[in-house]
């Protein structure tokens, strides 16, 4: 079993870890970093709930090696607020539109969305169902989802037209 | 998860020195998508994982001077599918490519490992087999080609030998009046594999004869399979709904399909038998309203 030695940022801060090659991801935020918001649903990539932004791309942790981070800049849903607490455009919208009900998945749906609105300003409900087909809620809450993420792109693109 | 040593690669040709070095106990290690999942389910348990993300030489999308494309192993699902040289030589590969998975797996997953994976019921695979693709791969004695359609060889198992490296993938130049379509019959969800696939190539006269044409079935063998029997019906002929319907029939003997979730082996050949006959018909009137156009 070989270690390595990785240098990595998480959220803004940066990490050194040593680490053996099977560690995953999900289990180095989880259980090294103390970062539970990332949730390990299905384990094989299917249901989303461990969704990350590694270097800005939407990633699932659970199959991500976590030597594929040595050098990389890694954001999950605990880096969306801003340091004094505002919530990001999306967090907000997802309390304000229902957009979860038993927040399971809440954290993987948020790190989706977030990628999409990075790609497409105003998505159409089209583009959040293909984009969003990856996260799974067993609420089965999806209209509130699309609803959320279509008010959360809608401020955003003010915010953006304003600055 | 078993443990194991993680051995990165800098170029193909140390890659091939370190599958010398540990035999049948390595395997290659890309976006990991396919290969992680598997060592958690403790279906592979290799003892050894080389690393080959860093191998520059294996990157990127080439347009090549005789009209083909070379697509790089490490190309990821994602920047196939966006990639405009992809896009304009063959939007169908683009789409089959956009059909695999959510965006989470495209991001990571690579067309090298898709290949070297061989599953049957991957959207690229198929496609590439009906544009007529061959991988390059390099090997201790040197390069080598292997055509689509011999690259596969049963569930999970290529041609590849255990010391070879798949470089790139080789789409040859799409000729004068021919075009490309690929359907992923989905009954349950979006994000599911194929009940079946159908990936084609046609090429039709401006005078509306099949001059050539390739059909691969994808999630209906063992292996991603051409329909030759079906090809074999309509090559040379001015084809017509009538002609289509029989060719199409063809095609149940062809697709060797399991029962599963997604449906019994019967539904799955009738469905085979139906989504060839659409194909064909689309890429009939395609091919017109393009001359009409024209």
């Not at chain 1, 969305?113 to 990856?134: C, F, H, R, Y």
């Amino acid at each position: 079993m070989t270690t390595h030695q990785l240098s990595f940022t998480v959220n803004g801060t940066s990490y050194e870890r040593s680490v053996p090659a099977q560690r995953l991801l999900i289990d180095l935020l989880r259980d090294e970093l103390g970062l539970t918001g990332t949730k390990e649903g299905c384990s094989i990539g299917i249901c989303g709930a461990c969704s990350v932004l590694v270097d800005g791309e939407l990633l699932s942790a659970c199959l991500l090696p976590a030597v594929f981070v040595d050098g990389k800049a890694v954001t999950t849903i605990e880096g969306l607020a801003e340091p004094d607490g505002e919530l990001s455009p999306l967090q907000d919208a997802f309390i304000r539109h229902g957009g979860f009900q038993c927040g399971i998945c809440t954290p993987g749906q948020i790190i989706a969305a977030t990628a999409l609105l990075d790609e497409v300003q105003l998505p159409t409900q089209d583009d959040i169902k293909s984009w969003m087909k990856g996260n799974l809620c067993r609420c089965t809450g999806y209209y509130k989802i699309i609803e959320s993420i279509e008010a959360a792109a809608e401020v955003q693109a003010r915010e953006a037209s304003v600055s | 998860m078993r443990t194991f040593d993680y051995k990165p690669a800098g170029s193909v040709a140390e890659a091939i020195g370190l599958l010398q070095e540990h035999g049948s106990d390595a395997h290659l290690l890309a976006g990991g998508t396919a290969l992680i999942l598997m060592m958690k389910q403790e279906l592979v348990q290799p003892e050894v994982l080389i690393g080959i993300r860093d191998i520059e030489e294996l990157r990127g999308i080439r347009e090549l001077p005789d009209g083909a494309i070379e697509i790089g192993a490490l190309t990821t699902h994602r920047q196939a599918e966006h990639s405009p040289i992809v896009q304009r030589h063959a939007p169908a590969l683009a789409e089959a490519f956009g059909h695999v998975a959510t965006v989470r797996i495209r991001n990571q997953a690579t067309l090298g490992g898709n290949i070297a994976h061989a599953d049957p019921a991957q959207d690229p695979p198929a496609m590439l087999m009906a544009l007529g693709a061959s991988a390059l791969v390099t090997g201790p004695d040197g390069d080598r080609s292997i055509p689509f359609d011999e690259l596969f060889l049963d569930y999970y198992e290529t041609a590849l030998a255990d010391e070879e490296v798949l470089r790139s993938v080789r789409v040859p130049a799409m000729p004068a009046g021919s075009r490309a379509r690929y359907v992923k019959f989905l009954p349950r969800t979006q994000d599911d594999y194929a009940t079946v696939a159908v990936a084609a190539w046609m090429q039709l006269t401006d005078d509306g004869v099949c001059s050539d044409l390739r059909l691969a079935l994808g999630a209906a063998a063992p292996t991603p399979v051409r329909a030759v029997a079906v090809e074999e019906a309509l090559r040379g002929q001015r084809l017509t709904d009538a002609l289509i319907e029989d060719a199409a029939e063809l095609v149940r003997d062809e697709v060797d399909p399991i029962d599963d979730v997604r449906g019994s082996a019967d539904y799955k050949r009738e469905m085979a038998r139906v989504w060839v006959g659409r194909m064909l018909h689309d890429l009939l009137d395609e091919g017109a309203a393009a001359r009409g156009a024209a």
